[in-house]
């Protein structure tokens, strides 16, 4: 079992400002995915990144996924009240896929 | 498109009760799991299977049992319920391995008293 570390555990901000939020390993992986779940649903595949040093970018969401393949960030620019949610990362290439225990993302108008 | 169809969406238990967690997808999918979802602990698997008439556990498997009978389905037994499973459940499925997009349900939010 590959065990991931999302910091931080929580963060609230105001409509409009920047925040990075990591997923942090000591394993290798071949490939990452992030998914965001909002409260009461499912979570959501966002992106998955699969090259070390590979940037992605959804819109005002900016993913890289580090050049050792250890670790990734994901990075929101201006946020919005509807970025609020659960933000989880888990390799995605074994049967035993592990998930990080997120980060939860409250953004205030 | 349905996709990853949980049912009940809600139960209340009492300790001792038995039940089963409904999953189905229409989407062909060879793979499915099931997961549990507890404040700080994140997503946790506790079974999975790669086809029909093959399973295998995950994180945390005790007091949980699955079966695959058919592609469709993947329901999660709990023989004899305990406090300590009260928890949201998850139920996936994603084409292949080699396929990276995992669809959940919409989870099933269990008490147990």
């Known amino acids: 079992t590959q065990l991931l570390e999302q910091s931080p555990q929580f963060l609230s901000i105001q409509e409009g400002e920047n925040l990075t939020v990591y997923c942090n390993s000591s394993?290798?992986?071949?490939?990452l995915q992030w998914y965001r779940q909002e409260p009461g649903e499912g979570p959501v595949l966002l992106v998955t990144v699969v090259t070390g040093g590979e940037v992605k970018k959804l819109k005002r969401l900016t993913f890289q996924f580090g050049d050792a393949r250890k670790d990734s960030s994901l990075h929101i620019t201006a946020a919005q009240p509807g970025d609020t949610g659960l933000y989880l990362c888990a390799p995605s290439s074994n049967y035993k896929l592990t998930f990080g225990k997120g980060t939860l993302l409250t953004v205030n108008p | 498109n349905a996709g990853v169809t949980q049912t009940p969406k809600f139960q209340v238990l009492k300790t001792g009760q038995s039940m089963t967690l409904q999953c189905a997808q229409d989407m062909n999918h060879e793979y499915m799991s099931w997961y549990r979802q507890d404040p700080g602990m994140g997503l946790r698997l506790i079974h999975y299977?790669?086809?029909?008439?093959?399973?295998d556990q995950g994180e945390v498997p005790n007091g949980y049992n699955v079966s695959r009978s058919t592609t469709e389905d993947f329901p999660l037994r709990l023989l004899s319920a305990a406090p300590s499973q009260t928890s949201v459940y998850f139920c996936?499925?994603?084409?292949?391995?080699?396929?990276?997009?995992?669809?959940f349900g919409a989870g099933t939010r269990l008490s147990v008293l």
């Open positions: 299977s790669v086809g029909a008439g093959i399973t």
């Open positions: 996936a499925s994603r084409e292949e391995l080699a396929k990276n997009i995992q669809y």
């Open positions: 394993s290798v992986f071949s490939s």
